[in-house]
């Protein structure tokens, strides 16, 4: 049996205001080909498949042509909702997916015993048991209790998460008893402890998965393999062999540009997986440029010859003040198929921030740089802003799910 993890698509998604469709597109003309050739029997979409909750009608046909192709050259397709997916837009079709053999979790099921999936081939033989559990919100791991402090409400929702992923491989492990001795495969998204990213990597400070980091001890002994998503570098989880982040295919920005992109392929003897990283080809060339003018003009060269077609993302971090920075970074790739996609000017940044004769506008900052310009102007002790910090992100993140929840 051949098991092909992937996850965080974020289809959808754009960089400085630049649509990737194409390079979607080409990702999973390209993923279809692997499961083909490589005789793939379960494809699992660790979540994120979107990068929004209201994904628009462009992203929704690559998704759904993607999983028309992709049902007839695998036998079964398990897909999760991550953080950044509407729960209820991914549900929405469950019904008339699960003909085609496509078995999809948006939200945590009433009956927990409903996220576990027996997959079946050939004369109905068992193949593996899936336990699908969705990204686990606020809501589904615990109440709110009036006066509860940080500390409480971490650990009701390290204890909610333990419980669920208890349950349901309690009623995998039932399963078992009558489907025989096949594997086990649980699915999740989520942060786990010690995890990787990269900065400005898209990975959302959410509540659950963030000030939680969860380790994985909460992860039942009986998972054979468990494939994880929502962090963007491949990865083992707790330095486990068999628990894996594929992270996302495409580098969602800059930060990520030079990193290999990695599906999984787990082939199963018995219940033992072997696992195989198979590198993501880069469809789109992101390059990052910083210096003073110098080397920004050098490294222009350079790219137009090497890297004829990339996006650049420039930092210009030079002695001098230049006021004409933007016209002289257009000039410079004038005549090139070179695409400037953000330019950053570090120099000026540092004199705006530094200076209390200058002012900064909203536009200039998000909603984290805004809560630390307001610790500053109210000279909160250096000892009380963290707690402050978390209570912060606690506080945005319930607010992204009631924007969620009211769909």
Same mark, same amino acid.
């Given at each position: 049996m051949r098991v092909l993890h992937t996850s965080d698509w974020h289809l959808g998604r754009s960089l400085y205001g630049k649509k990737r469709y194409t390079e979607h597109q080409e990702f999973l003309i390209w993923l279809a080909e692997l499961i083909d050739s490589e005789s793939i029997d379960i494809l699992l979409i660790a979540g994120d498949i979107f990068d929004t909750s209201t994904p628009s009608n462009r992203a929704q046909e690559l998704y759904y042509k993607f999983l028309c192709k992709a049902t007839t050259i695998c036998q079964h397709i398990v897909i999760i909702a991550g953080n950044h997916d509407s729960p209820s837009f991914i549900n929405a079709p469950q019904q008339l997916l699960k003909t085609l053999n496509i078995h999809v979790k948006? @939200? $945590?099921?009433? @009956? &927990? =015993? *409903?996220?576990?999936? &027996? &997959? #079946?081939?050939?004369? *109905? =033989? !068992?193949?593996? /048991?899936?336990? $699908?559990? !969705?990204?686990l919100r606020d809501k589904d791991l615990r109440r709110t209790e009036a006066g509860e402090s940080l500390e409480d409400k971490n650990a009701k929702l390290i204890a909610g998460l333990s419980n669920h992923y208890n349950a349901v491989a309690e009623a995998a492990l039932e399963l078992r008893q009558t489907a025989g001795d096949i594997p086990i495969i649980g699915m999740g998204h989520l942060f786990?402890?010690?995890? #990787?990213? /990269?900065?400005?990597?898209?990975?959302? @400070?959410?509540?659950?998965? =963030?000030?939680?980091? /969860?380790?994985? #001890? /909460?992860? !039942?002994?009986?998972i054979d393999y468990l494939a994880l998503g929502h962090l963007h570098i491949a990865q083992t989880a707790g330095n486990i062999s068999h628990f894996r982040y594929s992270g996302s295919p495409l580098p969602i920005g800059f930060g990520e540009a030079e990193q290999d992109k990695k599906v999984l392929i787990i082939d199963f003897k018995g219940k033992i997986p072997q696992i195989q990283e198979h590198t993501v080809p880069r469809f789109q060339e992101l390059k990052q440029i910083k210096g003073d003018m110098d080397r920004i003009t050098s490294q222009i060269k350079v790219l137009a010859n090497s890297c004829p077609q990339a996006w650049l993302e420039i930092s210009y971090n030079g002695d001098q003040m230049v006021a004409d920075l933007r016209q002289l970074i257009e000039d410079a790739v004038a005549g090139t198929d070179l695409e400037i996609l953000s330019i950053k000017n570090e120099r000026m940044m540092t004199r705006i921030l530094t200076s209390p004769t200058l002012k900064e506008t909203l536009d200039d900052l998000n909603v984290t740089q805004v809560f630390e310009r307001c610790l500053q102007a109210y000279e909160i002790p250096e000892e009380d802003q963290e707690e402050l910090r978390q209570y912060y992100k606690m506080i945005i993140a319930d607010m992204q799910e009631e924007d969620l929840n009211r769909e």
């Open positions: 948006g @939200e $945590a099921d009433d @009956e &927990l =015993s *409903d996220e576990v999936t &027996l &997959l #079946k081939g050939d004369n *109905d =033989s !068992p193949m593996a /048991i899936v336990c $699908a559990v !969705p990204y786990t402890a010690g995890g #990787k990213t /990269i900065q400005d990597d898209g990975v959302r @400070e959410l509540y659950v998965g =963030s000030l939680a980091h /969860i380790d994985t #001890k /909460i992860f !039942p002994d009986c």
